[in-house]
């Protein structure tokens, strides 16, 4: 498999930021006298799936609607006090930036396709000195679903065809979530895992690292197919 791109996802693959997510989620809870932790433990688990799907599930856990509260808002607030939370309250993963290195290097497309807004990405890539390094990202405000269904990563393909001639087998996406890597999947894409947490059981990726400090050597393999 000749690669000609890596899509990398960013939160919890690129960068642990997942202390500054909870923060600034139950601090937006509690502006407007709501009980995340309640809501967490009612709504389910949320990793790797877009911001404004949880915050509407968890606020709807809670018995608010949309007319009380409307998602719009919450997102606003939510996205206020990550911001101001992200420069001491998250950190670059171990290899992540020799990684995004590694893939140019190789005369290979770089491009960062997370759940997070467009202005999140902008921000957080500004912050770890990453922002000249992809070539483009996909933003979860940019698709009508987010992961894991496939539409973010069918967006990344068409862009790397702008760019790039490739097919579906040429690009590697690194995940660190089940349901990132069914994303990948689902749009056609062979995917490498980097779990952060114990991935679920029942997920196959076609390639697995223990950590992106790996990446340059299976990227090593994979350039030559």
Known sequence: MPLQAVFFDLDETLVDARSCHHEANRRTFED?????????????????????????ARRDALGVSESALPLQQLMERRELHYLRLLPQASRLLPGAKEAVVA?????????????????????????????????????????????????????AFERLCAVR?????EVLVVEDSGSGLRAGQAAGLPVCLVPFDPPPEDIYPEYRVASLEELPVLLGGLVVG
């Open 165 to 169: 001639q490739a097919n579906k087998r």
């Open 32 to 56: 407007y006298g709501l009980d995340y932790a309640w809501a967490r433990a009612v709504a389910g688990d949320f990793v790797g799936m877009r911001l404004s799907d949880s915050l509407a």
């Open 103 to 155: 893939v140019r290097e190789r005369g290979l497309i770089a491009a960062v396709v997370s759940s997070s807004t467009l202005r999140v990405i902008k921000e957080v890539l500004d912050l770890f000195g990453l922002t000249d390094l992809p070539k483009f990202v996909v933003g979860g405000d940019e698709v009508e679903r987010g992961k894991p269904y496939p539409d973010s990563y069918e967006l």
